[in-house]
């Protein structure tokens, strides 16, 4: 029936506000409601056929009302696909925002931050919200540049410690701290100034210890 499968996503768009990460695109889906749509226009094209373009409703009030049938089907099933690209939009940008590595995780099963990934080998991202990504990710860095001394991509809420103990979750090699460098090895713990390794906690680098 026409318009289930609109319903559909809109539940799958529902489902990813309440999740912490987002789900795998539902590929199938969207490319089914987009198929509807064609055949829902073809089928519009075919009933106006006959009449060269000089339809009048109030002449042929039963056609009229196939004809505004499939139109509302077709612009519901719009409204369900820009809903659900919007929910997942949304949740892209607020991740960039966040400072987290969407290219990198999207293929890892172990993703914490932003992603569920249903395997090694398979990304929750479309190759459309990938460009997405990454295009929107060297625009927000151009943004950025126009403040050397601030980081607009910050936490805005204040730390409740200046230092805090850290474990590194995986190899970062050396970064420079206000204390000197250190050298972020796999399962090695250190105690760092907050604002030094913010940003490494949020791509998933180190892991904050209670």
């Known amino acids: 029936m026409y318009g289930e499968l609109g ?3 809109v539940q799958h768009a529902k489902r990813i506000q309440a999740l912490g990460h987002l789900p795998s695109y539902q590929t199938e889906i969207v ?7 064609r055949e829902l226009d073809k089928d519009v094209a075919q009933i106006l056929a006959p009449f060269q373009g000089f339809f009048n409703p109030s002449g042929d009030p039963a056609t009229a009302v196939f004809l505004l049938v499939d139109h509302l089907c077709m612009r519901r099933n ?14 892209l940008e607020e991740a960039c925002w966040n400072g987290q590595d969407l290219l990198s995780t999207a293929q890892s099963p172990m993703s914490r931050y932003g992603i569920d ?5 398979s990304s929750s991202l479309s190759p459309e919200e990938e460009d997405y990504v990454r295009l929107y990710g060297d625009m927000l860095a151009v943004y950025n540049g126009q403040w050397t ?18 474990r590194v979750l995986k190899d970062a090699g ?14 090695s713990q250190f105690y760092v100034r907050h ?3 913010e940003r490494l906690i949020a791509q998933g680098f180190l892991q904050k210890l209670s």
């Open 7 to 9: 319903l559909k996503l």
């Open 31 to 37: 490319r089914a409601i987009a198929r509807e749509v």
């Open 78 to 91: 719009k409204r369900c696909l820009l809903a659900y690209h919007r929910v997942r939009a949304d949740r």
């Open 117 to 121: 990934s249903e395997g090694a080998t």
């Open 149 to 166: 001394d601030i980081d607009l991509t910050g936490s805005l809420e204040p730390p409740r410690d200046l230092f805090i103990d850290v």
């Open 174 to 187: 050396d970064i420079q701290t206000e204390y000197g460098a250190i050298t972020l090895t796999k399962n």
């Open 195 to 197: 604002g030094d390794v």
